[in-house]
């Protein structure tokens, strides 16, 4: 199980470094010189929803990897984080980080934390799949366009037509492809429904908590992929047979090696921390 927090700038914005994103409630206030008596500093709160979260995430992912959540069990973690806002990880709508002033000339990099991880299971972001895992995306702060697919099974390859490109083409069908702005309902995408195969774009600075179940690990066989797309009539001529029935559309997707601009900037987490000791999964 893994909770990220992703910080994307927006598509044509400019936010400065990494480093820089800063965090809510860190204020630091001068000591008055009237009071000598020393007081101990009382360890910060951690917020409720973030905490419930975590609970919840320890006693949910707790099946062998590749076990998808129960519908209550979905139900319970969409609950929590429909629920959450950007203070209970530490962010603000009101950090210079999510109000750019400036023009960018280039893709910008996605900065990204991780809140927590066990390793008991481990700008824009690309289309990407998410093998074995189920996925539970809230965004936070900002506006985000998002797309994507789930393989139509069985595995249809464009063949012939394909050759030119790649041999490893597949059909794939589209299962999003909207603009989301904050607050809405949490996203969960499912190891072969729900959009397993999906691309962020950012159109305004925003802030996106993932929770991963499992996380990614390549030695257990649940690396990254990456894809290209390309439109269902570069490479159909109706053989197949599909139609845009009910509003579904279709869409060749082709593995390539880790794009450029998949690039992410980690940063230390320095929000609320989540209390393992009162887990007893």
């Known amino acids: 199980m893994t909770i990220k927090a992703i910080v994307e700038p927006g598509r044509d914005q400019s936010v400065g470094h990494a480093h820089k994103v800063g965090y809510a409630n860190r204020v630091i206030k001068k000591r008055s010189s009237r009071c000598k008596k020393k007081t101990r500093r009382a360890s910060p709160m951690v917020p409720m929803a973030l905490q419930e979260l975590f609970v919840s995430c320890k006693q949910v992912f707790q099946a062998p990897a590749g076990t998808v959540p129960s519908p209550p069990d979905v139900k319970r973690l969409c609950d929590i984080l429909d629920k959450m806002k950007p203070e209970d990880v530490?962010?603000?709508?009101?950090?210079?980080?999510?109000?750019?002033?400036?023009?960018?000339?280039?893709?910008?990099?996605?900065?990204?934390?991780?809140?927590?991880?066990?390793?008991?299971?481990?700008?824009?972001?690309?289309?990407?799949?998410?093998?074995?895992?189920?996925?539970?995306?809230k965004l936070l702060l900002g506006?985000?366009?998002?797309?994507?697919?789930?393989?139509?099974?069985?595995?249809?390859?464009?063949?012939?037509?394909a050759s030119s490109i790649s041999s490893n083409v597949r059909l794939a069908k589209l299962e999003a492809d909207s603009v989301f702005t904050a607050p809405c309902n949490t996203s969960v995408l499912y190891p072969t429904t729900g959009g397993n195969i999906h691309q962020f774009t950012a159109i305004t600075p925003c802030a996106v908590l993932d929770v991963l179940g499992p996380p990614y690990s390549k030695q257990d066989g649940r690396d990254c992929s990456y894809y290209k797309e390309f439109p269902y009539t570069a490479f159909s001529n109706g053989e197949l047979g599909l139609a845009r029935e009910d509003g579904e559309s279709y869409g060749?997707?082709?593995?390539?090696?880790?794009?450029?601009?998949?690039?992410?900037?980690?940063?230390?987490?320095?929000?609320?921390?989540?209390?393992?000791?009162t887990c007893s999964c």
Request: with cysteine; net charge negative; hydrophobic share 30%.
């Open 143 to 161: 506006t985000m366009h998002i797309k994507s697919y789930d393989w139509v099974e069985p595995a249809t390859s464009a063949g012939e037509q």
């Open 252 to 277: 060749w997707l082709e593995e390539t090696e880790v794009p450029e601009n998949s690039e992410m900037d980690g940063i230390e987490y320095l929000g609320p921390q989540v209390d393992e000791t």
């Open 90 to 137: 530490g962010l603000s709508g009101e950090l210079q980080f999510f109000k750019p002033t400036t023009a960018y000339n280039v893709t910008p990099r996605v900065t990204y934390t991780t809140i927590y991880q066990c390793d008991k299971f481990s700008g824009v972001i690309p289309l990407h799949n998410h093998p074995e895992m189920t996925v539970f995306s």
